[in-house]
Structures are given as structure tokens and as C-alpha cells.
């Protein structure tokens, strides 16, 4: 008795051991996936700027994401300008300046974006239109239909039920 | 009839709208910097390492500016086209040696041909954000006053030169 709980005991430690030593390999690669950041603040500011900049050799990562050497260089760029004490509005106007709008996820409202910014609204707003126009035709197309039987009607609908009935019983 | 014909203009202006997204090329983004003035540079020449080049010694000229680095593939390609382009003694071609290991450039020229009147060395590729560089190979057209006016991506290839490059000199040359 006394062996087997041992024994459990042990089979016990053993997994303890597998799982504490899985903690410490995740350790390890966290450790290993971190920046080396000099200065904290500033790329915590490099992060948030970035991730609304586009990559534009994979271009559909961020500067903050991307590892391409690109992205690599644009960010020590901003880096750069950053320590320069620049406005982060005014290194997107460098950004914008030498690469477009194009490096922007969001896109200006200009003229030339219009249809972007109001064309999903016009579609909604119209697609409402149209399904309340449809709604309202059918609702008059209803009731126009939907007179009460006059008698000749009634007495031709009654002796057709009374045929069926009566074909039903033989 | 109004039922079918309205889905129907609906879905052909849809298929007209992705049809143009396909034929579009995604990795071609307009240069807002043409008709802007070139960026200026200063920057040391690749041969002889204690000449600098300027951008303003190339005022009051025509010239091209070709990006360029010995690890891009995609020059391979086109640097017949633009050693051609130089023996016509249309312009002259400036070469910014992109991000580049100074003697696997030379080696690189010596091997291929070199078309340019001078390389320039852009080391890490400071003056390449400058100018837009996204991608290697990339050439601008800058006319006499320093303004840029086309800009290339991708390799220059025959039909570019016929078609866009030689005449928009031309008629910079006046």
C-alpha cells in the first residue's frame, strides 16, 4: 500500500517537473521575442505610430509588424525623427510626402477618397430606400387585392368546397 | 422586367469595379515626389571615396537617377538595358549603390558593365527614404531645374525606355 502511494507520488513529481520545466521554455522565448528597446517610451510612441503605417514591401503588415528590412529602416527613421523631438503628425507628412497616402491604413478625406469615405452610406442609405419603396408598393398592391368576396363570388366559392367535400366522402 | 435588369446593372458594375482591381498592380504605388523638386544629397562617390557628389552639381542638366545594389536580383535584369542606354549618350545615369558592400558594388560593376557617370554610395539607405525607395530597382527622370519627372519601379526595360523614358528626355532636353 504504502508502495503504491509512493509510487503515485512519484509519477506525480515527475509531471510537476515536465510542467514547470514547459514554463521556463516559454520564458526563454518571450525573452527571446522582445525588442531591445533603449528607451521605453519612445517605442512604445514608434509601436502606436507605426502600427497605422503600411509596409510597403509586404504590404499588408505594419511598420510595427513587419521584419522585412524595410520596415527596419523606416522605423529607425521614425526613431530618428522621434528623438528629434518631431510631432508625430509631422513625421506622417514626411512619411506621406516621399511615400503617399498609400503608406497610411487610413485614409485621408480628400476629394479623390469621397467615394471611399461615403460610398458604403449611399449604398445603405439607398438599399433602404429602395426596401421601404418595395415594402410600401406590395402593402397597396395587397390591399387593392384585398376586397371582400362580392356574392356571386361567395356562392361560387361555397359550391366549389361542396364539390370537393363531396368528392372527398366517395 | 425592372426585377432582373436592376441586379443585373448592380452586378455589372461590380464585375467593371473588380476588373479593375485585378488588372491594377498592387506593388506599383504612384510616386507623389514627381513634379516635386528632387531631394537634395550629398553623398560619397563609390570609386573614389574622397569625392562627394551633390544633387546640385547635376542643375541646368537632364539626368537619370538609377537605385541600385548588388544583392538585388531584379537589377540583373535590367542592367544591359540601362548599359545600352548609356552608350547612346542620350543621358547621363546616376547611380545610388542602395544599401550595398562597397567592393561587391565594384565587383558587381565590373562584372555587368557599368553604365554610370558616377555611383553614389547611400550606405544606410537614408537618401533612398528620401527619394521613396521601396524596392530595388527604382529610376527617376530629373529635368534641368531639378524637378522629378517620372519615376520608375522595377527594372527599365526596353519597351519603358521606347515608350516613356527616351521621349520624356527629349522633350526635357527641349
Not at chain 1, 503605417?53 to 528590412?69: F, Y
Not at chain 1, 485614409?107 to 442609405?125: A, D, E, I, R, V
Not at chain 2, 461590380?14 to 504605388?29: E, K, S
Request: hydrophobic share 40%; with cysteine; aromatic share 10%.
Amino acid at each position: 500500500m504504502a508502495q503504491l502511494i509512493n509510487k503515485k507520488a512519484n509519477s506525480l513529481k515527475r509531471y510537476l517537473m515536465v510542467l514547470i520545466l514547459s514554463l521556463f521554455s516559454l520564458q526563454g522565448y518571450a525573452n527571446e521575442a522582445v525588442p531591445v528597446a533603449e528607451d521605453p517610451e519612445l517605442e512604445k510612441r514608434l509601436v502606436n505610430l507605426a502600427e497605422n503605417l503600411r509596409c510597403l514591401v509586404c504590404q499588408n503588415e505594419s511598420l510595427a509588424a513587419s521584419r522585412a528590412d524595410f520596415a527596419n529602416d523606416m522605423r529607425r527613421e521614425i526613431r530618428e525623427q522621434m528623438r528629434m523631438n518631431k510631432s508625430d503628425d509631422e513625421i506622417v507628412e514626411f512619411l506621406v510626402a516621399r511615400y503617399g497616402d498609400f503608406i497610411l491604413f487610413n485614409p485621408p478625406f480628400k476629394s479623390t477618397t469621397w467615394f471611399l469615405w461615403f460610398g458604403p452610406f449611399t449604398l445603405l442609405l439607398g438599399g433602404g430606400a429602395a426596401l421601404v419603396f418595395y415594402l410600401r408598393r406590395r402593402r397597396i398592391q395587397i390591399n387593392e387585392k384585398d376586397q371582400p368576396l362580392t356574392e356571386s363570388q361567395r356562392l361560387q366559392a361555397e359550391s366549389l368546397i361542396k364539390e370537393m367535400n363531396k368528392d372527398q366522402n366517395t | 422586367m425592372m426585377r432582373f435588369l436592376l441586379p443585373l446593372a448592380a452586378f455589372v458594375v461590380l464585375v467593371i469595379f473588380l476588373g479593375i482591381g485585378l488588372t491594377l498592380n498592387p506593388r506599383q504605388v504612384p510616386s507623389p515626389l514627381v513634379d516635386k523638386p528632387a531631394p537634395p544629397f550629398r553623398l560619397q562617390q563609390l570609386y573614389d571615396t574622397t569625392k562627394t557628389l551633390s544633387s546640385e552639381e547635376n542643375l541646368g542638366k537632364v539626368w537619370m537617377l538609377n537605385v541600385w545594389a548588388s544583392w538585388c536580383v531584379a537589377c540583373r535584369d535590367e542592367h544591359p538595358v540601362l548599359v545600352e542606354l548609356s552608350k547612346l549618350g542620350i543621358v547621363p545615369i546616376y547611380g545610388l549603390n542602395y544599401k550595398d558592400q562597397r567592393d561587391t558594388a565594384m565587383q558587381w560593376l565590373k562584372q555587368f558593365g557599368n553604365p554610370y557617370e558616377v555611383s553614389i554610395v547611400d550606405a544606410d539607405g537614408k537618401v533612398g527614404i528620401n527619394y521613396g525607395v521601396y524596392g530595388v530597382p527604382e529610376t527617376y527622370v530629373i529635368d534641368k531645374q531639378g524637378i522629378i519627372r517620372y519615376k520608375h519601379i522595377g527594372p527599365v526595360t526596353v519597351e519603358s525606355l521606347k515608350n516613356k523614358i527616351i521621349p520624356l528626355i527629349k522633350e526635357l532636353k527641349g
